[in-house]
């Protein structure tokens, strides 16, 4: 009976951990390498899909927006929700369209903003800001997948045919639809390209129907025209108060810019030129400045036509929480003027659109933190693996659903401050990379850009601080475990590969005929004397007879914040003497670890490494280590190589005197 538990428990973590890349565990690897990234030289890239197809992946993120952007605007603005949504149309072409088509050159394999951003910034101030910019985009996604499936529940929920059995259980549906979008990524999702053209054709053409009723009936219906000017006029005064309060009101519609980032990061499947390469992607980024502008000007056509026959055609009361109007103003319209048939296939449409951008959130997801925390050492091994990190988003997601009640106006805050902080983040990073491309003009326009965006997410920030609380929930939960991540690996094999150069591999090889024999040395002045004394050192401090038959090495930290590298070690002879192997690592105890194993599996020895013990406290001398590279060595290098190898028999040796 034990033994089938155990059966059944080992099928399901390997279930769970399928996929999962076992770093540095056992055997004569130090670490599996990586695939190598694709050079000039390694041929055509990936084809993909022609561009207004992928265009269709992003846009059940981008369009499905029009399910409650309508009434939030009306909500935010309200009789001058079209100016504002003007405004908002303007700011989007003229402002996130360029900087994005410029994300897309520089970022051309998907990376997106913060990538370039991330290059910006080394050591722990840029490892910091990369998290505190995940924790804004970990905001957007999340949001996006439970104010999607908040907006479907509610689109059900108001259904003439179904209003009166879902009464009250929005809350409960939008648990479900959560539910089953974590349920479908458990099983094995694959982005369906040819699912979601179906679903943006079919939305598309159902709200053009819409906008286009709607158009008649206020062309047929002319005084409502006329109603809306009047009152217009009687609130504001006259159009220079309305052109300045829709400046003021437009960041609460800035839900209308979300896309542009998931439409980034679906760059890889963009069909390129047949000579395009990894390393040279020019029609990939040409293809990409096609699907950004085409979604840019498809959905400001919609948000303008949409806001303009929503304020003119329903009553404002019905915006109000609680009115039929407020979270589907569009299906509002569908069932009022093209009657409950027409309407319900209108909410099959939204709904199932609505669902399938939580999914594609899921998958933004899934994508961008494993491509930054397990790099950085600050994830959890297991979260190399996509069904446990399916589970986490989707109980925080029934947690972000319990908090908001699955209210969308409510959510809306956290989703715009999300959007608009990393779009503004995408600002500054094209203005820095046309500043070092030495763009004078186009560093100018970028920089303007920015201030537009940065005011734009303050005034929202201070409008509804509701949202930047929700992103620091997120940021300090992210930088928490993050840290706690790093600390319980701190003492994990994380040399990704080792490569020696000729000299190095002939000093291994010629020193495996007899016991090998390493000296740990900190480089200072390198002169015949440094090494001299070492030896005499390691002599009498260890008790052996050692003769010269040593090779001494010796680590420079680079940048201690990284956790995965490859290390390269070079062997050099000093003073016609000293045979010296140098290595570059961001830890001195991982990259000597490393070596010996590789050594070991090189030549079948068991590899022998000799310290001095390091003055200072041991806690102080850990956080060294933490946050340096550097501390007390000769423990931690044993205490890696103790994680990597547990049989003792085969483990390096080290002595420290």
């Known amino acids: 009976m034990a033994a089938t538990e155990a059966t059944r428990s080992t099928r399901l973590r390997a279930w769970m951990l399928e996929g999962l890349s076992d770093m540095g565990k056992g055997g004569d690897r130090t670490a599996p390498r990586p695939e190598p990234e694709p050079g000039p030289g390694s041929g055509p890239a990936h084809r993909g899909q022609p561009w207004w197809r992928v265009m269709c992946l992003t846009g059940v993120d981008y369009f499905s927006t029009l399910g409650y952007q309508p009434g939030i605007a009306a909500l935010a603005a309200g009789l001058l929700s079209p100016v504002a949504t003007v405004v908002l149309v303007i700011v989007t072409l003229a402002g996130a369209l360029p900087v994005y088509r410029r994300v897309a050159e520089e970022s051309p394999h998907g990376e997106g903003s913060i990538a370039m951003l991330e290059r910006l910034l080394t050591f722990w101030k840029g490892k910091l800001f990369v998290l505190t910019l995940l924790g804004f985009a970990a905001t957007d996604f999340l949001i996006t997948i439970t104010l999607s499936a908040a907006d479907a529940s509610t689109h059900l929920v108001e259904n003439p045919h179904l209003a009166d059995a879902l009464h009250d259980k929005q809350v409960l549906i939008t648990l479900v639809l959560i539910a089953l979008l974590g349920a479908v990524f458990l099983k094995g999702f694959l982005e369906a390209i040819g699912v979601a053209v179906a679903l943006v054709g079919v939305y598309l053409a159902l709200n053009a129907v819409v906008v286009v009723t709607g158009l008649w009936h206020v062309v047929t219906e002319g005084h409502v025209v006329t109603d809306w000017s009047t009152a217009l006029t009687a609130e504001h005064g006259n159009v220079f108060v309305m052109i300045g309060v829709a400046l003021i009101v437009f960041p609460k519609l800035a839900l209308g810019l979300?896309?542009?980032?998931?439409?980034?990061?679906?760059?890889?499947?963009?069909?390129?030129?047949?000579?395009?390469?990894?390393?040279?992607?020019?029609?990939?980024?040409?293809?990409?400045?096609?699907?950004?502008?085409?979604?840019?000007?498809?959905?400001?056509?919609?948000?303008?036509?949409?806001?303009?026959?929503?304020?003119?055609?329903?009553?404002?009361?019905?915006?109000?929480?609680?009115?039929?109007?407020?979270?589907?103003?569009?299906?509002?319209?569908?069932?009022?003027?093209?009657?409950?048939?027409?309407?319900?296939?209108?909410?099959?449409?939204?709904?199932?659109?609505?669902?399938?951008?939580?999914?594609?959130?899921?998958?933004?997801?899934?994508?961008?933190?494993?491509?930054?925390?397990?790099?950085?050492?600050?994830?959890?091994?297991?979260?190399?693996?996509?069904?446990?990190?399916?589970?986490?988003?989707?109980?925080?997601?029934?947690?972000?659903?319990?908090?908001?009640?699955?209210?969308?106006?409510?959510?809306?805050?956290?989703?715009?401050?999300?959007?608009?902080?990393?779009?503004?983040?995408?600002?500054?990073?094209?203005?820095?990379?046309?500043?070092?491309?030495?763009?004078?003009?186009?560093?100018?326009?970028?920089?303007?850009?920015?201030?537009?965006?940065?005011?734009t997410t303050v005034l929202n920030v201070v409008e509804r601080p509701d949202g930047v609380k929700i992103g620091a929930c997120f940021i300090a939960g992210i930088v928490l475990v993050s840290l706690l991540s790093r600390l319980a690996r701190a003492f994990e094999l994380r040399v990704t590969s080792v490569e020696l150069d000729d000299v190095a591999e002939r000093f291994v090889r010629d020193i495996a005929h007899r016991r090998i024999r390493f000296v740990a040395n900190e480089p200072d002045s390198r002169d015949s004397t440094e090494y001299r004394e070492k030896i005499e050192q390691i002599r009498h401090d260890n008790d052996v007879p050692l003769a010269e038959d040593v090779v001494f090495v010796e680590v420079t930290v680079t940048d201690p914040s990284e956790f995965e590298a490859g290390l390269t070690v070079r062997g050099e002879v000093l003073h016609d003497r000293y045979r010296v192997l140098t290595l570059e690592s961001s830890s001195v105890p991982n990259a000597l670890a490393a070596l010996l194993l590789h050594v070991r599996g090189m030549t079948g020895g068991i590899p022998h490494i000799y310290f001095e013990w390091t003055e200072g406290t041991p806690f102080a001398n850990f956080l060294r280590f933490f946050l340096f590279g550097q501390g007390e060595v000769a423990p931690v290098t044993r205490e890696v190589l103790r994680e990597a190898e547990p049989d003792r028999a085969r483990r390096p040796r080290v002595h420290v005197g």
């Open 258 to 455: 979300s896309g542009f980032e998931t439409g980034v990061a679906v760059m890889p499947h963009v069909q390129g030129d047949p000579g395009d390469t990894e390393a040279n992607p020019k029609g990939r980024i040409r293809e990409t400045k096609r699907l950004l502008t085409a979604a840019a000007v498809i959905m400001s056509v919609f948000l303008i036509c949409t806001s303009f026959i929503t304020t003119l055609l329903i009553p404002e009361k019905e915006f109000e929480p609680g009115g039929s109007a407020n979270g589907r103003a569009l299906a509002y319209l569908a069932h009022d003027y093209l009657g409950n048939t027409f309407g319900t296939v209108y909410d099959v449409s939204t709904i199932a659109i609505l669902w399938f951008a939580g999914a594609s959130a899921m998958a933004g997801l899934l994508n961008l933190m494993p491509r930054y925390l397990p790099r950085y050492g600050m994830a959890p091994h297991w979260a190399r693996a996509v069904r446990p990190m399916v589970i986490v988003f989707t109980l925080v997601g029934f947690l972000v659903t319990w908090i908001f009640d699955a209210d969308v106006d409510a959510q809306g805050g956290a989703y715009a401050t999300g959007v608009l902080v990393l779009i503004s983040s995408a600002a500054i990073a094209v203005t820095i990379a046309a500043r070092k491309a030495g763009q004078r003009n186009w560093t100018i326009a970028f920089a303007i850009i920015s201030v537009v965006f940065l005011y």
